[in-house]
């Protein structure tokens, strides 16, 4: 979470999942959300330092996320934090 004057700006979510294809573990950063009034303001790339921080403590390979095409601020944002993207498609089914 992250807060500012006793309120929430934004926050994010995560698990560490285990790669078949790598054969190790890595983290899934599941959303990363910030409130467009503090974006700018570093909060987002301390975020993604301390991610790296867990994914190191629990043996991760790497760090792994998506977001649409379409959202350039974040595609920018990743890439400006050292993040490469990986052609990808992604699946849906319905149960």
């Given at each position: 979470?992250?807060?500012?004057?006793?309120?929430?700006?934004g926050f994010?979510?995560?698990?560490i999942?285990y790669?078949?294809?790598?054969?190790?573990?890595?983290?899934y950063?599941?959303?990363?959300?910030?409130?467009?009034d503090v974006?700018?303001?570093?909060?987002g790339?301390?975020?993604?330092r301390?991610?790296k921080e867990?994914?190191?403590?629990?043996?991760?390979?790497?760090?792994?996320?998506?977001?649409?095409?379409?959202?350039k601020?974040?595609?920018e944002?990743?890439?400006?934090?050292?993040?490469?993207?990986?052609?990808?498609?992604?699946?849906t089914l319905?149960?």
């Amino acid at each position: 979470m992250v807060e500012i004057d006793q309120l929430i700006k934004g926050f994010c979510t995560y698990t560490i999942d285990y790669s078949t294809w790598d054969a190790a573990n890595f983290l899934y950063m599941d959303c990363l959300y910030l409130s467009e009034d503090v974006r700018g303001m570093g909060i987002g790339s301390e975020i993604i330092r301390k991610l790296k921080e867990v994914a190191k403590g629990n043996d991760c390979v790497n760090m792994q996320w998506q977001t649409p095409v379409f959202n350039k601020p974040a595609i920018e944002f990743y890439q400006k934090n050292g993040a490469l993207s990986k052609e990808k498609i992604r699946f849906t089914l319905m149960v």
